[in-house]
């Protein structure tokens, strides 16, 4: 069963637009991580954030912000006034004891920024 | 320095050939992974290794193996490659935090693989 579903498959958006990816998990466990990674058009993957269960806090780091919401299994990722080196596929993952704490990843989303 | 290393970068190849991709780290990680990435983009966890042994096994091949010499390096082996190995392979390595699952992954480049 997959673990990590990220819906949109392909985004496209003008610059400056907000734009929202989702991610949806599913674990039995009550102690797990979930990840965001962003892989640019050069194909290296960049680790962006890091969550435990615990804690539900929601956070910002420039235009990126990342809301956790444990009741509804999600894990979304805005980015706000858009911009064209924010083009890439973005990856959600998670890790539980469930998986032997390997992190476990979303099929990703295509983010096109349009100029 | 380069992080993690993988090379070769670009490797294309014949049906049924045996070959090698390496990976190195000069983090101090103690636990290094293999993940495939195909041509939808999807990561799967082919192999992870933690201080030289093998913890997570997925159902990969047979004619895929890891091996590591030492905990800064993973290398791949495929024998005999068929045309659904074609990939793009992905190591990385994270420290070994126990049980907490806080294993944030730094990546390597990736090393693309086409079999013919």
């Given amino acids: ?115 | 320095d380069t992080a993690v290393s993988q090379t070769p970068k670009y490797l294309v190849t014949q049906m049924g050939n045996d070959k090698s991709i390496k990976c190195e780290q000069n983090l101090g990680h103690d636990t290094m992974y293999w993940y495939k990435q195909d041509s939808k983009k999807f990561l799967k966890i082919m192999f992870s290794y933690n201080n030289k042994e093998l913890i997570i096994n997925e159902t990969v091949p047979n004619r895929f193996s890891p091996k590591s010499p030492d905990k800064a390096h993973l290398n791949l082996h495929i024998n005999s490659l068929e045309l659904g190995d074609s990939a793009v392979y992905f190591c990385a390595s994270s420290p070994w935090t126990g049980e907490s699952g806080a294993n944030v992954l730094t990546f390597g480049a990736g090393s693309r693989l086409t079999v013919l």
């Fill in chain 1, 1 to 115: 069963a997959q673990k990590v579903t990220q819906a949109q498959t392909e985004i496209s958006v003008v610059e400056k637009e907000d734009v929202t990816l989702d991610c949806v998990y599913e674990t039995r466990d009550t102690t797990y991580y979930l990840f965001w990674y962003k892989q640019p058009p050069s194909g290296e993957l960049v680790f962006l954030i890091r969550r435990n269960s615990f804690d539900e806090q929601n956070e910002i780091s420039g235009r990126y912000s990342w809301n956790f919401q444990k009741s509804t299994s999600s894990f979304n990722f805005t980015i706000t006034a858009s911009q064209v080196v924010d083009s890439a596929v973005y990856f959600c993952a998670l890790s539980d004891p469930g998986g032997s704490y390997i992190p476990t990843f979303g099929r990703g989303t295509s983010l096109i920024v349009h100029p």
